[in-house]
């Protein structure tokens, strides 16, 4: 038996040279489910940072990384249960839930492809229907009154943010107790899985600054008890090694951006310098990252926004007793504890208040593609 559904396409490039990808709305065919599989209709997705890739093909082509054609990508959303296999405990027929997006995970559970994306043999949230393993839905508790779009958006960044943090935080509290630190000091820059993790550093009792420099990100974070910090005050804060070495004029303004920088460090940390630092950017904020940061510090991420490759001084690093965090998504029982910690505290984004339909698809991808959304643009796939 297979099954046929409606869904947005994305199809392989036909050249070497990456080329922006269109959509197809299309037919999708796939086979039925097995034991341990499940039949969903998504209800809503979050449009993420790496459908936006795929788009572009960069720095990969997905459909050729994958060795298909074609594929439905989406790795962010709310699902309903329509049917389950024979040895399916996880969910029942009728549960709503969140898509856990590990697509192919090592024998401890960590994930290394994320279904949805760079996973093969994986259909994502941006088909009317699709089939998941069991370990990759997590039941919304009936408790929680939260809307499901807030869920869509929660299931890929807060999920990230939850498994970064307990690994920094425990990390933290490795190298200094409560007694010697009461009220560390987080800093963050930017981006959705910054705030969700500033937002648990809040509620765990730190002072959580977040750089931006957007208002309505400023704002956002505002409301959630995070100090916000206009990146415009030190514009130029974007290192480049190569320009740093020939352009005098660039070296100057670069430098004198990263002093301002670290004087707004040492006032709002009074001289002490960041317990712990977010840093979902890369190369082009580090430099100044890690010169921010506190002895027995932690440099968290999960990401690598503009830039792959660090440098960094080993010596320095070592002496400073820095601890460098890398994660990458979550295991099952961390998504488990995340829904149910998100659940009981309130710990879910808000969602802009347009919600794309189905047929907004392409104008949800252009419109995230022109910054035309705060952090969380939503779409609705089907009816719950």
């Known amino acids: 038996m297979s099954h046929t559904t409606e869904a947005w396409v994305l199809y392989a490039g036909t050249s070497d040279a990456p080329e922006r990808a269109e959509l197809v709305r299309e037919a999708f065919t796939f086979d039925d489910i097995s034991s341990e599989e499940v039949l969903v209709k998504p209800l809503y997705g979050c449009w993420e940072g790496n459908m936006g890739h795929a788009l572009d093909r960069r720095p990969v082509d997905i459909c050729k990384q994958r060795g298909e054609d074609k594929l439905v990508f989406g790795n962010a959303g709310v699902v309903e249960i329509l049917d389950v296999g024979s040895d399916v405990t996880t969910v029942r027929p009728g549960d709503k839930a969140i898509l856990f997006c590990n697509g192919e995970w090592d024998r401890f559970g960590y994930p290394k492809r994320i279904f949805g994306y760079d996973c093969p043999n994986t259909i994502g949230m941006l088909a009317r229907k699709t089939k998941l393993h069991q370990k990759q839905v997590i039941r919304i508790p009936e408790s929680s009154e939260h809307d499901l779009a807030r869920w869509a958006a929660f299931s890929l960044r807060y999920v990230t943010a939850w498994s970064n943090w307990r690994l920094a935080w425990g990390m933290l509290r490795m190298q200094l107790n409560e007694n010697e630190l009461p009220s560390?000091?987080?800093?963050?820059?930017?981006?959705?899985?910054?705030?969700?993790?500033?937002?648990?550093?809040?509620?765990?009792?730190?002072?959580?600054?977040?750089?931006?420099?957007?208002?309505?990100?400023?704002?956002?974070?505002?409301?959630?008890?995070?100090?916000?910090i206009d990146r415009k005050d030190f514009a130029a804060l974007a290192y480049d090694e190569k320009r740093y070495k020939s352009d005098p004029e660039y070296k100057a303004k670069y430098r004198e951006s990263e002093k301002r920088f670290l004087q707004l460090v040492e006032e709002l940390t009074g001289g002490q310098g960041v317990n712990i630092f977010l840093d979902y950017v890369g190369s082009p904020v580090i430099r100044a990252t890690l010169k921010a940061m506190a002895r027995q510090g932690v440099l968290a991420t999960a990401g690598w926004k503009e830039g792959m490759h660090l440098w960094f001084m080993r010596a320095i690093e070592c002496i400073d007793r820095h601890q460098h965090v890398h994660t990458h998504y979550a295991r099952y029982p961390e998504g488990v504890q995340a829904v149910n910690f998100a659940a009981a505290n309130d710990w879910?984004?808000?969602?802009?208040?347009?919600?794309?339909?189905?047929?907004?698809?392409?104008?949800?991808?252009?419109?995230?593609?022109?910054?035309?959304?705060?952090?969380?643009?939503?779409?609705?796939?089907?009816?719950s």
């Open 348 to 383: 879910l984004p808000t969602v802009d208040d347009r919600i794309y339909t189905f047929d907004e698809i392409p104008e949800c991808a252009a419109d995230y593609d022109a910054g035309k959304f705060t952090y969380f643009p939503v779409f609705q796939v089907n009816e």
């Open 184 to 228: 560390p000091v987080v800093w963050g820059w930017g981006g959705g899985v910054s705030l969700a993790e500033l937002h648990l550093a809040h509620l765990n009792g730190c002072r959580a600054f977040q750089v931006s420099s957007r208002p309505d990100r400023q704002e956002r974070a505002r409301e959630l008890g995070i100090t916000p």
